[in-house]
């Protein structure tokens, strides 16, 4: 195990969950990855099922122990944010609470986003420092804060990478709310954007209330390995903003990739999240060294997290056996004579064998999130087909999700599919669109339909 010089930084593990045995010809291989960090002393993932945010699952406020984090706060101050009055003043609300959750030290911005963006805290391009002077400080600003203009969110993340690169700071984080459409600048400008960001710090996105594109939201907090739901009615912003402070003083570690070496003549299918929620990876390797490439996954605390690895292997025969992959974690902080050190390994195999019940055997863990990331792409191409008028093709994607959601205990998504199909046999995923669905419950479907559930032990 790799050695830290900070003791609260947490110790990672790594285990693989495969079936290696092929059928003669057999190419290609698939293995669930578990990568787990324990002993941060935080945990930066969600509370407990029914569990309500609060102290208990958030950082003690030790002095200095925030010095290696800083946060920026994007606040969407658009003119659409006084429809109704409420809204803004319940972001202001939220933005003061999450304030309040920040540790001692840790550096923080706020930032009011419209069709410009402006540091209304601690302003001139500074980071302040958090503690009870400057907490004060930003929530006077807060109160000044007023809805006007338009929206331009590739500005807001502009900003907010300039205000969280000023400072030499490990753990980088923002947390962006919007209301709308981002109607002011066009789609490439804002990819521009995340391309731009992307590796520089991550950040959570939120839509409140449902006049805003679920698709720029989610898309933005896939880009920059944060997370991304939807706050239908604005008086659930504080909780909301709470938690996800809390979160993300539980990161202690900032940067973590994730290894793929594989020998010659092996292909690379894919490499994605799968737990907690879907995130696609492949397309961002960055090649470390030969046939090995480094993959990201952001910030961590204490939390583990699961990746699906399918690769295609040279064929062989019978009795024949090869290392397919090997993963490793990179960790900035974990340092030897040449830089940064891989920490614990896990390997993935491939073994030809004419066992007929061995070959066909597919592995729990595999067989699991391959069921929840085929969930979550029914649930896509459901909700596409329904708006497009595809009565058809919505009734069957939408049921195939429902029977995926039923069969893998994901009793969430469940929930949230039931709201826009009237469910008939969830077995057999016969269900009928209902006619009328609420706004707010189709979106949150979208929003939430890459969330996922761990494997049942």
């Known amino acids: 195990m790799a050695n830290f010089s900070k003791s609260n930084v947490p110790r990672f593990s790594v285990e693989v969950y495969q079936n290696p045995f092929l059928p003669e010809g057999g190419r290609e291989v698939d293995a669930i990855v578990t990568v787990t960090s324990t002993g941060g002393g935080t945990t930066g993932g969600l509370p407990p099922a029914g569990a309500a945010p609060g102290p208990a699952y958030g950082p003690a406020r030790d002095p200095g122990q925030g010095a290696d984090t800083a946060v920026v706060l994007m606040v969407d101050c658009s003119g659409s944010m006084d429809y109704p009055p409420t809204k803004m003043r319940n972001a202001r609300d939220a933005t003061a609470a999450a304030l309040d959750t920040l540790r001692e030290g840790t550096r923080f911005a706020v930032v009011a986003g419209t069709h410009v963006a402006k540091d209304v805290y601690p302003g001139e391009g500074r980071l302040a420092v958090a503690d009870e002077r400057t907490r004060a400080e930003a929530k006077q600003a807060l109160r000044r804060l007023s809805a006007g203009g338009g929206t331009a969110i590739g500005s807001w993340l502009r900003l907010a990478d300039r205000l969280l690169n000023s400072a030499d700071i490990a753990i980088r984080h923002g947390i962006l709310l919007t209301d709308g459409r981002n109607e002011h600048e066009s789609p490439e400008d804002l990819r521009a954007a995340l391309e731009s960001c992307a590796g520089r710090f991550t950040c959570d996105a939120r839509g409140v209330g449902t006049d805003w594109e679920v698709k720029e939201v989610t ?51 894919f490499l994605k999240q799968v737990a907690p929620t879907v995130v696609d990876l492949t397309g961002r390797r960055t090649e470390a060294g030969p ?145 009328k669905v609420a706004e707010a419950d189709e979106m949150t479907l979208e929003t939430r339909s890459t969330k996922t559930v761990r494997v049942k032990k």
């Open 219 to 269: 898309g933005i907090a896939a880009a920059l390995l944060g997370t991304s739901d939807i706050v239908a009615d604005p008086a659930g912003l504080t909780a909301d903003f709470t938690h996800l402070m809390e979160s993300a003083m539980g990161k202690e570690v900032a940067d973590v990739a994730l290894r793929l070496w594989t020998p010659v003549g092996v292909e690379i299918r």
């Open 291 to 435: 046939r090995a490439g480094d993959y990201p996954t952001g910030s961590w605390g204490d939390e583990s997290r699961d990746y699906h690895v399918g690769v295609r292997v040279p064929e062989a025969g019978i009795g024949q056996e090869m290392l397919a992959a090997r993963l490793s974690l990179i960790l900035p902080g974990a340092t030897g004579a040449g830089g940064p050190q891989p920490s614990p390994q896990g390997l993935v195999r491939a073994v030809w064998t004419d066992d007929m019940a061995a070959s066909t055997s597919i592995n729990p863990q595999v067989a699991h999130y391959t069921g929840q990331a085929e969930l979550a792409h029914v649930i896509q191409q459901g909700l596409d087909a329904r708006t497009s008028g595809d009565i058809d093709g919505a009734t069957a994607k939408l049921g195939r999700a429902v029977q995926l959601a039923s069969a893998s205990g994901n009793e969430e998504t469940a929930k949230l599919l039931s709201k826009v199909v009237d469910v008939v046999d969830a077995a057999t995923g016969t269900v009928r669109l209902k006619a």
